[in-house]
């Protein structure tokens, strides 16, 4: 990586947030990921992208010298249609990912600092995000200030407080 560029997600990046999101949900490198199509076909996960652009949504891009390495995004949810990580309607949530030959280089930390700094600028009180216990990411986001607000066996709900 000879250079990196954080900048404002466009519409030009809705694709390669798709696939972003195919790889925050398929983080594990031995799990096979399914195509894209398939993912936002599942509800569950078709949330954190459909219409994007609507009031709330903010994303950042990583870039490097040959193209996009990362994305992170926000979004406001209310309590009849969220993601995994919803905590109320006042806190959006975050989701993060990095593609896998770009990874642990320091681009998800410059991400997430990145959009913590967005959000606190931009007034909002928190930001919430959902990652399964055993990712590796959980000690980046305890060390960028998230504590975890809900668990069970598999995953955690995990909020940074942006008012402080």
């Keep these: 990586m000879t250079s990196l560029a954080i900048l404002p997600i466009t519409a030009a990046d ?3 947030l798709e696939a972003m999101l195919v790889e925050a949900a398929y983080w594990r490198q031995d799990t096979p990921r ?3 199509a398939e993912v936002l076909h599942d509800p569950d996960l078709a949330v954190y992208l459909e ?3 609507r009031r709330g949504d903010h994303g950042l891009v990583a870039r490097v010298s040959d193209g996009p390495a990362g994305a992170v995004w926000v979004r406001s949810f209310d309590r009849d249609r969220h993601g995994y990580g919803y905590v109320d309607d006042r806190i959006p949530e975050l989701t993060i990912a990095v ?3 770009h990874r642990r280089r320091g681009i998800a930390r410059c991400l997430m600092s990145s959009m913590l700094a967005h959000q ?3 007034g909002v009180p928190a930001v919430s995000l959902s990652v399964e216990r055993e990712n590796p ?3 980046l986001y305890a060390q960028l200030g998230f504590e975890v607000h809900e668990q069970t066996s598999i995953d955690q709900t995990m909020v940074c407080r942006l008012e402080r």
């Design 14 to 16: 809705v694709g390669f």
């Design 34 to 36: 399914p195509p894209v």
């Design 51 to 53: 219409g994007w652009g």
């Design 99 to 101: 593609d896998a030959p």
């Design 120 to 122: 606190r600028l931009n």
């Design 137 to 139: 990411a959980v000690t």
